[in-house]
């Protein structure tokens, strides 16, 4: 059983900010990436950041600028800061967990998700 800890999330207006916070259910180390991505109804599922174990950073196109996903490695947790958010931004967010196909890794696609933060931007 797959066991993410997934907390933060809620309602907002628009410009306000949010912060979520991940703990995957094996140490982020155990992982290509650990980072979160989103869906919105009627949408697909895309990145919004991740960090590899070296600490690489991605974001998405949609979010570059206005938040930041950070590590804390002591407590093995991922966490996103939203700011300035907008209602496109409202959307299911998940933890994801994964090796993306790196060989470096004993099963290069493996992947886990959390089960989903709903992040609703409104006025």
């Known amino acids: 059983q797959v066991h993410f800890v997934e907390s933060g999330g809620g309602l907002v207006q628009p410009g306000g900010s949010l912060s979520l916070s991940c703990v995957p259910p094996?140490?982020?180390?155990?992982?290509?990436?650990v980072g979160w991505y989103r869906q919105a109804p009627g949408k697909q599922r895309e990145l919004v950041a991740d960090?590899?174990?070296?600490?690489?950073?991605r974001y998405g196109d949609a979010v570059q600028g206005r938040f930041i996903i950070s590590r804390d490695d002591a407590k093995n947790t991922v966490s996103l800061q939203m700011d300035n958010l907008q209602p496109e931004d409202t959307a299911v967010y998940y933890c994801?967990?994964?090796?993306?196909?790196?060989?470096?890794?004993?099963?290069?696609?493996?992947?886990?998700w959390g089960q989903g933060i709903l992040v609703t931007v409104s006025s």
């Open positions: 960090m590899t174990s070296g600490g690489r950073i």
């Open positions: 094996e140490s982020v180390f155990n992982f290509f990436a």
């Open positions: 994801h967990a994964g090796n993306h196909g790196s060989y470096f890794y004993p099963e290069p696609n493996r992947e886990l």
